[in-house]
């Protein structure tokens, strides 16, 4: 009994940390403009598919080189996919949210259009590479580890320390460097920040850039993990992960980071004791009860708008 | 100028239209070309594309004195139970077909069923294994053998062939197929070892990828075998991370295993396992062989039963077409004949084996399963064949 449950904190561990991955890229973009950025589990979609494209580049299956072994394949992917599906990111910015943020309409038109850049991603890959699967190439041999009776593999393990590692080095950005500060600062107040000589839009692309690179980054290792990506991948997961952020309360790193982890022990626990239909149903009716106890999340804080 | 040409147009249509209807036969397809199972559409269309050419090629179908052209439609249901039911009534009401074939799997097959029965219009569901699908369903035909004949034949092999007491299960409960399968399958393994002998019975929704909970759950329980009825999607998935949490024994599947890309997404984490299945290419002889041998030069790859149950299908919704006698141009009486014709075959020689319909009742064929082993070149090769 002991041992299922250890194990089964181990599983959400590592589900935890692809929820908590994501949900760092919504709460950077929602923290800095306020904007809920429905594509971003789409992104993290891409993010897979460039992995996936990068690694077998890398691994000499387009016969371009020889190919590199497994591990420094990864080693090398890892960069690589960050920066494309940062490219990703700060392209949607630049043809679908600037605009929109130029010309000062409604937020509510650019959640809209958001939503729609992730259809469009999701189709416009359906389209392009068809609906057919592919199937992630082992880049690092699965080990099975056994201790006291709990498996753990190797995998397993760099998942939780990529999810921990990403969470310091953001938390980092965001509160010890400059360019963290600007982008408190926009969050605290849009206007009055260029007044201040801080170029906004610069701001802005970095946290995309942010944001996406992480996104690309959980893609990659949730490839791994799951090694049959498809299309439609990323939408469920992504808004899982953007309800983790908002109960973790959005706009916080902490709390988006802790969100993960929260909807990911939830899941696991109640598949792990009840029947799988009833995980959906007592996860969300958990998440529930605390927003409506606390309702800007656990680590959020009420701000008041001045009129 | 826009306009006139425009109606000139409609013109030439108007009068081209009935001249065409004339000479050609409609069947419907109802397949899952986009979605979650891609593949198992793809199949469906190469077989039915393949069938198609054959007859046009040799100048047509001959019924009653007349010969026609066939024309197959290809409907989308992207393998959704909503857009299948959308896409039978797209298929009956619109394109006016005669009868239609698919869906393929039963999670869209039973409700499709329901109305192509209501709108009276002949049905061949060539792969869907659950009951409901024909279920007192006068124009539902099927082109397999039954979910509660697959689930004992794999009890029975499980028992016999792994020396299995305890068994696990995990299947997908949001799903019409494996959930039926699942259940059949426990009744019939605890009707042999014992009450309680499935030791876990676990659960996930459709498009779950994590699995460790339930599979902790199924490591811990001393299960001497897995079964697994799901799709090619989920099965490498499962047998991946049943693997890392240190479940070693065998897992055994069910026909859905044959279908789609397999071995492609699995690679060698699903060698050495079994699953009951419909036919086997590898090994095949006679007419199987034949079309074997026509489609693999055709589309560069093996077909899997779906494609020859889809061939089936067609065949015999087409050979009844043709004991049905002269057409009367009137759908909705050539359709009720073409019932009749369909129920009125008592035998069937398909390329997945002899089918045989019983008198009376629901109209479910009489046919072996096949067991298959997947070995290490990763083929399917035949095991054993079990026969009701």
Not at chain 1, 132 to 155: A, C, H, M, Q, Y
Not at chain 1, 222 to 239: E, H, N, Q, R, S
Request: proline share 4%; hydrophobic share 50%; charged share 15%.
């Amino acid at each position: 009994m002991l041992q299922s449950f250890l194990q089964n904190i181990l599983n959400a561990l590592q589900w935890g940390s692809f929820y908590s991955l994501i949900a760092l890229g919504y709460c950077l973009v929602y923290g800095v403009l306020l904007l809920i950025n429905f594509a971003h589990g789409d992104i993290f979609m891409v993010g897979a598919y460039i992995a996936f494209y990068c690694c077998m580049f890398l691994l000499g299956k387009f016969g371009v080189f020889a190919g590199l072994p497994g591990w420094m394949v990864l080693a090398v992917a890892v960069p690589l996919t960050m920066v494309l599906t940062a490219v990703v990111g700060v392209t949607l910015e630049r043809i679908a949210y600037r605009p929109l943020r130029r010309k000062g309409v409604n937020r509510l038109y650019v959640v809209i259009t958001a939503l729609m850049c992730g259809l469009i991603l999701e189709n416009g890959n359906l389209a392009l590479l068809g609906a057919s699967r592919k199937s992630f190439p082992t880049l690092v041999p699965i080990k099975v580890f056994e201790i006291f009776g709990v498996t753990v593999t190797n995998i397993k393990l760099m998942v939780i320390g990529v999810a921990i590692l990403s969470f310091l080095l953001l938390h980092f950005i965001v509160t010890r460097t400059k360019i963290g500060m600007a982008m408190r600062a926009i969050s605290y107040d849009r206007f009055a920040v260029p007044l201040m000589g801080i170029p906004a839009d610069t701001v802005i692309v970095f946290t995309f850039v942010l944001g996406s690179g992480f996104a690309g980054l959980a893609g990659l290792f949730f490839a791994m993990t799951y090694p049959v990506i498809d299309p439609y991948m990323g939408a469920l997961i992504g808004w899982k992960a953007f309800i983790a952020a908002v109960v973790g309360g959005i706009g916080s790193i902490a709390g988006a980071f802790a969100g993960g982890f929260l909807l990911g022990f939830v899941e696991i626990m109640v598949v792990a004791f009840f029947p799988s239909t009833y995980r959906d149903l007592i996860a969300f009716s958990i998440l529930l009860l605390i927003l409506s106890i606390r309702p800007t999340g656990l680590f959020g804080v009420a701000r008041r708008t001045k009129i | 100028m826009k306009r006139s040409w425009l109606i000139a147009l409609f013109c030439v249509l108007g009068l081209a239209s009935p001249v065409r209807a004339a000479d050609t036969v409609k069947l419907g397809f109802n397949i899952p070309l986009t979605g979650d199972i891609p593949d198992v559409g793809e199949s469906s269309k190469n077989a039915a594309e393949m069938l198609k050419k054959k007859i046009n090629d040799a100048g047509g179908l001959k019924v009653g004195d007349k010969t026609y052209k066939v024309e197959f439609i290809y409907e989308d249901n992207e393998s959704k139970a909503e857009s299948a039911l959308s896409a039978t009534r797209k298929l009956i009401t619109q394109d006016g077909v005669i009868g239609m074939v698919g869906p393929q799997s039963s999670k869209q097959a039973v409700p499709a069923a329901e109305a192509a029965n209501e709108l009276k219009t002949p049905m061949m569901a060539p792969w869907s294994t659950n009951p409901n699908t024909t279920k007192a369903r006068p124009y539902v035909f099927r082109g397999c053998f039954l979910d509660t004949f697959q689930g004992p034949t794999a009890a029975k092999f499980a028992t016999e062939e792994f020396k299995a007491k305890k068994a696990a299960v995990l299947y997908d409960i949001a799903s019409d197929y494996p959930k039926g399968l699942a259940e059949d399958f426990k009744a019939a393994f605890e009707k042999i070892n014992g009450p309680g002998s499935v030791v876990a019975f676990e659960t996930f929704t459709t498009k779950d990828v994590d699995f460790s909970a339930q599979l902790t759950n199924i490591a811990k329980s001393g299960a001497e075998v897995l079964f697994v009825p799901q799709y090619y999607n989920e099965v490498p998935l499962i047998v991946q991370q049943a693997k890392s949490l240190g479940f070693n024994k065998p897992v055994l599947g069910s026909d859905s295993w044959g279908s789609g890309d397999l071995m492609g997404l699995c690679g060698d984490n699903c060698k050495g396992f079994f699953f009951v299945t419909h036919y086997a290419a590898a090994g095949a002889q006679g007419k199987t062989k034949e079309f074997i041998d026509e489609y693999t030069k055709l589309y560069k790859k093996t077909p899997d039963d779906v494609a020859a149950l889809t061939w089936d299908g067609a065949n015999l919704m087409l050979a009844a077409l043709q004991s049905a006698g002269p057409l009367s141009g009137d759908l909705a009486k050539d359709r009720e004949a073409l019932m009749k014709a369909m129920a009125g075959i008592k035998k069937f020689e398909g390329i997945t084996g002899n089918m045989s319909y019983p008198a009376t009742g629901d109209h479910d064929p009489i046919k072996c399963a096949v067991v298959v082993k997947i070995d290490d070149a990763g083929k399917f090769a035949f095991y054993k064949s079990v026969c009701p």
